[in-house]
T-cell receptor, first 111, second 116 residues
Framework: SQQGEEDPQALSIQEGENATMNCSYKTSINNLQWYRQNSGRGLVHLILIRSNEREKHSGRLRVTLDTSKKSSSLLITASRAADTASYFCATAGGGGNKLTFGTGTQLKVEL | GAVVSQHPSRVICKSGTSVKIECRSLDFQATTMFWYRQFPKKSLMLMATSNEGSKATYEQGVEKDKFLINHASLTLSTLTVTSAHPEDSSFYIC????????????FGDGTRLSIL
C-alpha cells in the first residue's frame, strides 16, 4: 500500500501559536484518522473523521477533510510545549480496520 | 488507561536469537490485531494482520517465516522475530480496534528491538 504524504515534515512554533499539518492520500477511504506519537512510544488516537464528514472538532483540535482533493488538515490551536510530538494521519478503506499511515509531521512547540 | 498492552518494551540480544513480542487487548476482544514496524523518524509500516484462529495476512515484502505471528486467543497476538539479525533492529508496534468499521486503533507502547 502506498503511504500518504504529510507536510510539513517538521514544524517549529512558539507556545500559543497555531499549528497546521496537512495530509494527502491516494485511494478512496472510509475514514481518516489522526494520531500523535511521543518519542519512543506508541500512538495515541486524536480524531477520526468519516468520508462523509467535512470538519470535526475536539478540544483544541480541528480536522478538515476534502475527499475531492484527497486531503485533510489538522489544526492545533493555542499550542503548548506538551503538544511537541509527531503527528500522523492514517486512512482506512475497504471493510476492515487496516490503516495506511502518512509520513508524519514532527511538531516542536517552544516556550 | 492503556487498552492494549505490549511486552516487552525493550529487548537487546545477540544475533541469531529469536525474540517473542506479546500484544494484549486488556478490556475487549480483538479478532484482528495489526503489527507495524517503525524506523527512526519514519512512519509506521504495516507488516501483517493477525487474525484470531487463522493464519496471519502478511504485507508484500514481509517474510512470514521470519516474522511468525500467532493469534491463539481473542486477547493475545504474538510476533516472533526468528533468528534475528542486526537489520531486524527496529521499533515494533501492535494495535487493535474494539470492533470493525469506523473505529480508531488502540496502540501498544511499542517494543524497541536491538540486535547486537
Amino acid at each position: 500500500s502506498q503511504q500518504g504524504e504529510e507536510d510539513p515534515q517538521a514544524l517549529s512554533i512558539q507556545e500559543g501559536e497555531n499549528a497546521t499539518m496537512n495530509c494527502s492520500y491516494k485511494t478512496s477511504i472510509n475514514n481518516l484518522q489522526w494520531y500523535r506519537q511521543n518519542s519512543g512510544r506508541g500512538l495515541v488516537h486524536l480524531i477520526l473523521i468519516r468520508s462523509n464528514e467535512r470538519e470535526k472538532h475536539s478540544g483544541r483540535l480541528r480536522v478538515t477533510l476534502d475527499t475531492s482533493k484527497k486531503s485533510s488538515s489538522l489544526l492545533i490551536t493555542a499550542s503548548r510545549a506538551a503538544d511537541t510530538a509527531s503527528y500522523f494521519c492514517a486512512t482506512a478503506g475497504g471493510g476492515g480496520n487496516k490503516l495506511t499511515f502518512g509520513t508524519g509531521t514532527q511538531l516542536k512547540v517552544e516556550l | 488507561g492503556a487498552v492494549v498492552s505490549q511486552h516487552p518494551s525493550r529487548v537487546i540480544c545477540k544475533s541469531g536469537t529469536s525474540v517473542k513480542i506479546e500484544c494484549r487487548s486488556l478490556d475487549f476482544q480483538a479478532t484482528t490485531m495489526f503489527w507495524y514496524r517503525q524506523f527512526p523518524k519514519k512512519s509506521l509500516m504495516l507488516m501483517a494482520t493477525s487474525n484470531e484462529g487463522s493464519k496471519a495476512t502478511y504485507e508484500q515484502g514481509v517474510e512470514k517465516d521470519k516474522f511468525l505471528i500467532n493469534h491463539a486467543s481473542l486477547t493475545l497476538s504474538t510476533l516472533t522475530v526468528t533468528s534475528a539479525h542486526p537489520e531486524d533492529s527496529s521499533f515494533y508496534i501492535c494495535s487493535a480496534a474494539r470492533s470493525q468499521g469506523n473505529q480508531p486503533q488502540h496502540f501498544g507502547d511499542g517494543t524497541r528491538l536491538s540486535i547486537l
